[in-house]
């Protein structure tokens, strides 16, 4: 996810687009640039690092004349953050100049498409291939460049573009990716969001999928794919310009639960290509992949737990057996690494302490490491010897919720390739299971859509001092997530067991309306699991039982019950997460908690 911002107007623009970039740096933070026209070129400003040094550079703006420009805020995708690939990006005589938000999935057929054609790339990034693409196609006219670049382009975007020999114009398209236009007093502007330019105006244009806008300083047209002119009906906004640094919700947590459809969504769609998983970034053949005789997932926290869950997944799908280690212990046990392990570091960071060192000591020991990481060019990415990326983009909140949900979609796709390659799963099977997984995305809009009816429930238990999480086989799985995270927003103590062991001491914990929470997905344990409610039911437990839709006969036995839509068994983790990552959010409001920033920790932990 990164963050785009244009201005042309009268007044100039750099100190505008800084200033909008700053609104968006929550987007993307590993590198920052801007193209302003000056009246003889375009003159392109970018740096590695937060929006910071860019600004210090450009003396806030002031360093850079010119009153049409677009600017760039990066969260990196494609190419490691460096000055050369981040953002803007231009053709070989720099004329044509783009920023990007978005995922170009096919750039590799059109970057070779292009090298075959003469054109030379300065980056690793897949946005250069949209400026060569379109000088390719340039012959005077933007509008019809923009319209043919867009027919051939796959994927996700919204772009803004600055024409040499067009100076007086800014052209933004869009597909997938939010892109909006604002019209001030001095000038118009495009934006990926609308806090970048409520300093200007509250007047906003939403661009619609595949739609096009052309911009100068006293105009905005619009059009569609096919360079037909259209008409479009402002939008004023009401928002409060602090609150809408957060895209107009309370807490970054909330918001980040509400981008789970995306990003899910993000994270499998490049990777499916005519009904089958290619995973290019991968860099494993399907022999290497054949050769895998077991894995060992090392991981921590949140990250820990979509391991233990993928566990059922590799062994079910692909008969694989798997270790799931704590990172923190891992290389203290000298672990048994034999000959075809292949150890999987799954990290949001990438830069996770315990996580690398455990990274480094699989290395020692002669072992091929595949890495699972959210951030490009990361410590765990560059030294990892394949890596698979989670396109979640920034998380502000420490508490996961979008990253953990991303690194059970990039395990899904891993299982399912090698269940694939190893001919444990048929085809008609493994199509199914495609399908499930594309639908997961609504799938979870239609959970988040029943959150008033979670809140009311959760009000009802704000003075709680003990919450325990049950399930069996991968729900137990789920519920140690669902337990982390009440425990670490609303600080209640609160545990996960395996509904199972509840006989072997556990069950001594539990007295007079105890809140237990009962994760049910496997149909295969419902009726075990329903045993286990009854059991600390007739001790005095309050039961809130998670299940999947049609298992009515829970209800009979909890007390409250949240329903999930079926999908494959092995998914159910990305549907139950759901309504437990939002208990977890307003218990901790409901107790005053800082929920974005919850005591004592932090999102990164790059010590031991």
């Known amino acids: 996810m990164c963050g785009i911002v244009g201005y042309i107007g009268s007044e100039q623009a750099a100190p505008i687009l800084l200033d909008g970039l700053s609104k968006l740096e929550y987007r993307g933070y590993d590198s920052a640039g801007v193209a302003i026209y000056n009246g003889d070129e375009i003159k392109v400003v970018k740096a590695k690092g937060r929006l910071k040094v860019l600004s210090e550079m450009t003396h806030d703006g002031t360093a850079l004349p010119g009153i ?18 981040a953002h803007p990006h231009y053709n070989q005589d720099e004329s044509i100049v783009v920023v990007h938000n978005g995922i170009i999935e096919n750039y590799l057929k059109l970057k070779k498409k292009l090298e075959s054609r003469g054109y030379t790339f300065r980056s690793d990034t897949d946005t250069e291939v949209v400026a060569h693409l ?15 670049l ?8 919204a772009f803004g573009i600055l024409f040499a020999d067009h100076p007086g114009e800014i052209y933004a398209a869009r597909k997938d990716s939010p892109l909006i236009v604002g019209s001030s007093e001095s000038g118009n502007l495009i934006a990926s969001d609308v806090p970048a330019v409520l300093r200007y105006t509250r007047s906003v244009y939403y661009i619609q999928n595949q739609e096009i806008a052309k911009l100068t300083a006293d105009s905005m047209t619009f059009y569609n794919i096919d360079e037909e002119e259209i008409e479009k009906e402002p939008v004023t906004i009401e928002w409060d310009i602090n609150a809408a640094e957060k895209g107009g919700y309370e807490h970054f947590m909330l918001k980040e639960i509400y981008e789970q459809p995306g990003a899910v969504r993000d994270t499998f769609s490049p990777r499916l290509k005519d009904g089958k998983i290619v995973i290019e970034e991968l860099g494993m053949t399907d022999e290497e992949l054949q050769a895998v005789k077991k894995l060992c997932i090392v991981a921590c926290g949140s990250a820990y737990h979509t391991g233990m869950t993928c566990k059922y997944v590799f062994e079910g799908l692909a008969r694989i057996p798997v270790e799931v280690d704590l990172a923190s212990e891992f290389r203290y046990r000298n672990p048994i690494l034999e000959e075809g392990t292949l150890v999987v570091i799954i990290s949001q960071s990438g830069e996770t302490a315990d996580s690398l060192a455990a990274l480094r000591e699989a290395k020692a020991k002669g072992r091929p490491v595949l890495a699972i990481v959210n951030v ?12 698979m990326y989670t396109w979640a983009g920034p998380e502000i909140a420490v508490a996961t919720t979008k990253a953990y949900s991303t690194q059970l979609i990039a395990q899904y796709l891993l299982a399912m390739k090698l269940a694939q390659v190893r001919g444990t799963v048929d085809e008609k099977t493994l199509g199914e299971m495609l399908a499930d997984l594309e639908r997961l995305p609504a799938q979870i809009e239609l959970l988040l859509g029943n959150k008033e009816r979670i809140q009311r429930f959760a009000n009802r238990y704000l003075a709680a001092k003990d919450v325990f999480f049950i399930g069996r086989g991968l729900d137990y799985a789920i519920s140690m997530e669902g337990s982390l995270k009440l425990k670490e927003t609303s600080y209640i103590h609160s545990e996960a067991y395996a509904a199972g062991e509840l006989k072997h001491g556990t069950i001594s914990l539990i007295e007079e309306g105890t809140l237990v929470a009962a994760v049910a997905t496997q149909d295969q344990l419902l009726a075990k699991m329903i045993s286990n409610i009854v059991e600390v039911r007739t001790r005095g437990a309050f039961v809130m039982a998670v299940t999947n839709v049609g298992n009515v006969e829970i209800e009979k036995n909890a007390d409250y019950v949240i329903y999930i839509p079926r999908t494959n068994p092995y998914f159910a983790n990305s549907l139950a997460i759901i309504p437990l990552q939002l208990f977890a959010y307003y218990i901790s409001i409901g107790r005053g908690c800082d929920v974005d920033k919850p005591r004592n920790l932090a999102k990164s932990v790059t010590v031991e």
Do not use: C, F, Q
């Not at 340039?138 to 460049?145: H, I, R, W």
């Not at 060019?377 to 560059?382: L, P, T």
């Open 376 to 387: 490009v060019g990361s410590s765990i990415a560059r030294e990892a010897d394949n890596v």
């Open 134 to 148: 379109l000088d390719y196609y340039y012959n005077g006219d933007p509008l019809e460049a923009i319209g043919k």
């Open 68 to 85: 049409a420009g677009i600017g760039h805020t990066r969260w990196a995708t494609h190419g490691a953050p460096s000055d050369t690939n």
């Open 150 to 157: 867009m027919h051939r382009v796959e994927g996700s975007y």
